[in-house]
Structure formats: C-alpha cells, structure tokens
C-alpha cells in the first residue's frame, strides 16, 4: 500500500471518526472507519486478526455485512496511521465513513467490479464457443490438429481470466495464507489455480497423463459466475446498508461562510466554528444546528425525525443539521457543530447498530472457520478416492467440492437480513441501536408503556368549560389567555393554544399589568379598574366545593372577575393521535398490554381505559417500576418497555428489549434499543412487524444454506456436479440469501384501519 495515512492522525478529520474519552485515568480512543477490499466474514476476520495484538489496541470488531471496523485504541501507545498501516500491510484500506461512502470512492469500487465481471464473460463466452464442438461429437470426429487449436485459443482466452479477473481471489488466499489462516477464498483460489494447470498441462503435452481433459470452458465459467454474484452482492449490500450511510453522509464537505456584509468564502465544514453565519443553498444540508436568519425556510427533516412532509421555519427558528433546505438560499447562525449536534448523536446511534455483530451472525462464523478446513480435507479425500478410480476424473471432483462448500451464504444469512431491517425503518425515523434486539422484540409477549409523554403529550389540552350564565364561551377563553400569555406554566401554555386554535383573537381591551402568583394563578388589572383572576379555586376567592365552580380532584382551573366565578377549565393530558390504534394493533397480534406510571391510580386507570390498556400499575416510584418488570419477566413474561423520561432509564435497560420517543431524555435513549424519532406508537408495532419478518427470513436463510450444503456436496463427491456448476451454485446460493433479505427494504406501507369491523373483530 502506497497510502499516505498520516492525514488519519489530523484532529480535525479525526472529528468525524474517532470520539476519546478517559477509563481510570488512561485516555482513550474509539474509532469507526470503513474496511475497503472486503468480500466476506473471512475477510473481517482477518482484519481483526492484524489489529488485535498490535501495542495499544484494546479492541477490534468488523462487521462483515456493512465492512465498518469498530476500534478502541490508546492514543499514548499508538497512533491511528499506524494502525491503518498495518491494516494495509494485509491488502486493505481503512478509510472515514464520509470518504469511503463518497461518491468517486463508490463508483471507483463499482467500476472495478464490472471490469473484471466484462473480462471473465467475454472470455467465457469466447472459450464455450471453441469448446462446444468437443459437446457434440464423437471422439475423433474433430481432427486432431484442429482440437489442439481450439485448446490454444482457450488456454489464451484464459489467461486474462485467471490473472486479472481472478485477482480479488488470489489476493484474499495469499493474504490468509500469510497470516496462518483459512478464508472463504482459499478454497476457490485453490480450484481456479488447480483446474488452469492441470488444464495448461494437457495443452502443452497431449500425450501426458493430463492430455484427455481440460476445463477451460468450467474455469472461465466459474470465475465468471463468482464475480457476478460478487458485484450483484456488491449492490445488494450498498442497498442493505443504503438508509444507514445516506444517514451518516448527509452533511456537506463544504459550505459558504460569511465574512463580511454580502461577502463569503467557500470552507470545508469540519473548519466552521461556533457563531458563524453560513449560506445553505436549495437542496443542501445544514452544515449544523442554528438559528434561522432568514425570512423563512422549507426544511425536509424526514430522515432525521421520522415526519415525511416538508416543515417550514421562520426567523428565529431553529433548524437541525442534517435536515435539507428545499427552497432557495438562506442563512442562518450555528450555535452546534460536530458531536454536539443532535445528527451527530443520531449517527452515533446508527454506527453502533451497524457495527455489532448478532449472536446468530457471530456463531455463523465460528462456524466457517473449522468449515473450511474441513472442505480441504474433503476436497483432498475425493482426489484420492476418484485417483483410484477413474484419474481423469479426480481433479474434476476435487475442484467442484472446493468450490460448491464455500460457506459464503452461511456468513451473510444473519447480518444481510438485520442490515436490511435496519435500513428501512431508518427511513421511517426508527433508529436501531441493537441488531440482536430484533431476536428479543420477534419473541416478546407483552408490551408495557409509560403513561406521561408516551401515550399522552406531555403537555395539558383543554377537554371542557363550566361558564357563568350569560358568558360566552369564546368571551371567556380569550380572557383567560390574555392572562396566561406571560406564563409558561403547563396550564397558562393549554389555555393560549386552546385559543389560537379556535381562532379567538386577543382580549380587548387588553390588560395593563398581568401578575404570576406562584403555584397559584395569574392576576390582571385594566385600566378603568376592572380585575380578573386565573388559577386555584382558593386564588380566585371561591370555595371549594363540589358544583360548577368547585374542584372535582383533576386538573381544573377557574377564572374570576370582579363580579366572583366567570369559568372554569377542565384540562388533561393529550392523548396521542394513535395511542388507542397502536394498542388495538398489539393485542390483536396476541400481545398482552401494561401501563406502568408514577402518576396516581384515577389518572392512569383513565388514560388506560381510553388507549384500551388491559392492565394498570399506578403509583410507581422507578425503584418500584423495576420491580415491578422484574416479577412480570419472573412470571415468564417477556416484555418490551416503551419510554421517554429519566425515570424510565432503569426499566428500559432491564426489559428484554425496549423503545424511547425521539424526544426522550438521552438517558432513556441510551438505553434503549429501538428510538422512535417521530414519538408516533403506532412505530412500536411497525418494528415489532419487521422483527417477527426479520427472524423469519433469517431462519429461511439458515436453513437454505444448510440444505443447499447437504445436497450439493455429495453430489460434487460423487462427481454429479462440474465445476462450472459448482461455482453457478455458490453464487446463486449466496445471491439468494441476499435478495430474500432485500424484500426486507420494501415500503412497510400503511398500518391497516383498526377502527374497520374486520379489524375490530380481530381484537380479543
């Protein structure tokens, strides 16, 4: 490698990649990057092998479907270039997630991959066109002066084919042969090398032993149907993965930074600071979070919240990096950048999903590691065995066993299907921090919400008015909001949108001088002398009582003027638009539903009675609701918890799998494994869908991988399968495994109508 590493040692390109941190007082560094040069588990492996017992490496972890390398480092022992030094030493290339995502990177990799793909079937089609004769007559029928003619033109077309075609599997054999190792292609490189010699042989010397049989048609073939099923793998996994990298890659290289009045300079954003005012053309990311300066702006923030219709936002507004400006250019003032903006922390959270390796996936490859091993010694034994028999023949099996047990479609069943699910509900706004929490959710049997900011808004909502005879009910709401106006308590904040959304427009006359009793109301004076109160029963000098005016125990308000009671407002939580359908939706796929709040037991029994909510633990302190969940998952429970405060923190770790509103404190976040950007619980049912789907395609694919290496390989061990064959079968077998994960990324469409009969029916 001729790679100039050193640019990886930069602080400010290492913003992007690596995060440092201290444990026990030593500094320490984690990086993502991105593995170039990967085709398979192999492959990963040995990447790992080269990192994990270099000084200063302290962990080393590559994902084989998305080739991103986790790597925790000491930064006093080590440096980063050094690492990927040593990481190309072995013939890959560690590159940022920005850069090797990048477009040229992408095209550079696919025009490669098609290169050699035009070569090897050129070639394959050329060397069958001689060979074809040989098929269709008898032996002697061609003269013998033209057959070796025909196998000169073949060994010449089979060259290309074997030394630069091939060259991706010699490379990945000699590179594991140098480490001590067996990978995925040390088998196939082994078949290639063995089938052109043996045929070369017979070409160069008719009468030698060899002289009866060459394979030029098979190996041109082989080589032909493994780099198709390559490159097709090539584009599947970028399909896999593609909603996880457009995430990561959102952010522009460059922007337009202001220096003076109407003046600006072109900057790579990694050099923006805190403060600065940049320009955002149309269809361009914000650089970072900021403040809008311009008038207005139409902003898709789809991605990034889950909303898929555009927003608009005015002066003074923030925006969020990440989003895209879709109108024309506008400016606005960064207030965050890098690792502190919420993208960042986004991104974070998906590289993590991306990076980890499902126990599924991990145990698949530990198992094609002694696999291959074992497919040599098979190989060598059908060598041996057809020897005996028929001579001609011995290489032939030999070849096909190498090349038909290839474990590729083993190591991609699990990883290839997760990836998938992964990608499309990033692109509904669910973020997937866990890929094994895709086996926990397929098997939970009860669901568990949090009461206040998960099935209600946290925020209050007007249900109903008490009024004075002879008051309007638009008279009394624009009085009370002219008096909350200059408060933010939850209630005051209810009563001004209650009347802006019917319309009401300000009190006249206005108020002179609104006062904020605290914990009690609000108190305003107008200029001819006039008072009006807002709050408290006892605030507002009533008595409390039973009746119109008197309080009943649940959120009322009560608003007073010179001449006593006026009104009064009864306010509850909101529930949210598809609390009740998300519910309905659960049990009718038979899961059993729970409400755990800290609120008291009247509050949360109605919120459960409105959503249909089976069971009701109110009350709770968060030692209690972990102890709780701790006795349902006694009781054989297996529950998935559904959150968003700070005190959800313990029971979301504790559940066997668990969900966090995007808007949920970034403890709740941290430890959860699904987020739900868009704070919408009809998304809990949609991922509990796709993980059920999920598991099933994974066990599909296992056990396809499983029958596919029981039929073929005695049928190569008894010489039923060629190796043209035998290559046509382990890529299919492969390709396969790849397309049924990709039906994963279809649309999920719309949850159905539970409201419908049909549905309603449905639920027990």
Not at 297 to 309: I, P, Q, R, W
Not at 480 to 486: N, T
Request: proline share 5%.
């Amino acid at each position: 490698m001729t790679d100039d590493f050193l640019v990886l040692d930069d602080p400010v390109e290492q913003q992007d990649f690596t995060e440092f941190s201290e444990i026990d007082g030593r500094p320490v560094a984690e990086s993502v990057l991105m593995v170039q040069g990967m085709y398979c588990a192999a492959c990963a492996d040995t990447v790992e092998c080269a990192l994990q017992d270099l000084p200063g490496v302290q962990f080393a972890q590559v994902h084989a479907a998305t080739r991103r390398l986790t790597l925790r480092w000491d930064p006093s022992l080590t440096r980063i270039s050094s690492l990927a030094q040593a990481v190309g030493q072995t013939g890959y290339r560690l590159l940022p997630l920005q850069q090797a995502l990048s477009i040229s990177e992408r095209l550079k990799e696919t025009r490669q991959a098609l290169w050699r793909l035009f070569v090897a079937g050129f070639c394959a089609m050329q060397v069958m066109m001689y060979a074809f004769p040989a098929y269709v007559t008898v032996p002697g029928e061609i003269p013998a002066d033209i057959d070796q003619l025909l196998r000169w033109a073949s060994w010449i077309l089979s060259v290309p084919v074997v030394f630069f075609a091939s060259g991706p599997f010699f490379r990945g054999a000699w590179r594991d042969l140098r480490l001590g190792r067996v990978g995925m292609d040390t088998p196939v490189s082994i078949g290639i090398l063995v089938a052109f010699l043996a045929s070369s042989a017979a070409t160069f010397d008719p009468t030698g032993p060899w002289g009866q049989e060459v394979w030029f048609d098979s190996l041109t073939m082989f080589v032909f149907f493994l780099l198709g099923g390559r490159y097709l793998e090539l584009k599947a996994r970028d399909r896999t993965a593609g909603a996880l990298d457009a995430l990561m890659n959102r952010l522009p290289e460059v922007c337009d930074r202001q220096k003076g009045e109407g003046v600006f300079e072109t900057v790579s954003v990694r050099r923006l600071l805190v403060g600065d005012v940049v320009r955002v053309q149309a269809g361009q990311a914000f650089p970072g979070d900021g403040d809008l300066l311009s008038a207005s702006a139409t902003v898709d923030e789809a991605l990034l919240t889950g909303e898929s219709h555009p927003v608009t936002r005015n002066a003074g507004d923030a925006v969020v990096a990440g989003s895209f400006n879709l109108a024309g250019p506008v400016l606005l003032t960064v207030i965050r950048l890098g690792r502190d903006t919420r993208f960042a922390q986004i991104v974070a959270l998906m590289e993590k999903a991306s990076t980890e390796k499902p126990r599924l996936a991990v145990l698949a490859d530990r198992i094609a590691a002694p696999f291959l091993a074992l497919v040599l010694a098979a190989a060598a034994l059908a060598f041996w065995y057809w020897w005996q028999i028929d001579h001609t023949k011995a290489l032939a099996v030999a070849v096909a066993v190498l090349i038909v047990t290839c474990p590729c479609a083993l190591s991609l069943a699990t990883p290839a299907a997760m990836l998938s699910a992964a990608g499309a509900l990033a692109r509904r706004g669910i973020l997937v921090r866990r890929l094994q929490a895709f086996e926990n959710l397929a098997g939970i049997n009860a669901v568990v919400f949090d009461k206040t900011g998960t099935l209600t808004h946290d925020r209050l909502v007007l249900r109903g008015m008490t009024l004075r005879d002879g008051v309007a009910r638009d008279q009394a709401l624009a009085l009370a909001a002219a008096l909350a106006a200059g408060s933010l308590h939850p209630v005051s904040r209810a009563l001004v949108e209650a009347a802006r959304a019917a319309g009401l427009p300000p009190a006249r006359p206005a108020p002179v001088e609104v006062t904020e009793a605290a914990g009690q109301g609000m108190q305003g004076r107008w200029d001819n002398g006039g008072e009006a109160r807002l709050g408290s029963a006892v605030f507002c000098g009533l008595e409390v009582r039973r009746g119109p005016q008197g309080d009943k125990g649940g959120s009322r308000v009560h608003l007073a003027d010179g001449h006593g009671w006026l009104a009064s407002f009864e306010l509850q939580e909101g529930l949210r638009d598809d609390a009740q359908a998300a519910v309905a939706a659960l049990r009718s796929m038979g899961l059993a539903t729970w409400l755990l709040s800290g609120d008291r037991e009247s509050a949360a029994r109605e919120v459960a009675q409105a959503v249909g909510v089976e069971h009701v633990i109110a009350g709770a302190s968060p030692e209690q609701k972990l102890a709780e969940v701790v006795a349902l998952q006694a009781r054989g429970v297996r529950l998935a918890m559904v959150g968003d405060g700070l005190n959800d923190g313990p029971v979301l770790a504790r559940a066997d799998t668990s969900f966090a509103l995007g808007h949920a404190a970034p403890l709740a976040q941290a430890q959860s494994d699904y987020v739900i950007q868009g704070g919408k619980v009809m998304d809990v049912v949609l991922t509990l869908r796709q993980a059920r789907s999920t598991m099933r395609i994974v066990r599909q694919n296992l056990a396809w991988a499983a029958i596919y290496n029981l039929v073929s390989v005695p049928l190569a061990l008894v010489g039923w399968m060629p190796p043209w064959l035998a290559g046509l079968g382990m890529a299919a077998s492969s390709l396969l495994v790849i397309a049924n994960a990709l039906r994963l990324t279809r649309d999920m469409g719309p949850v159905p109508d539970l409201h419908s009969p049909d549905a309603m029916a449905a639920t027990p």
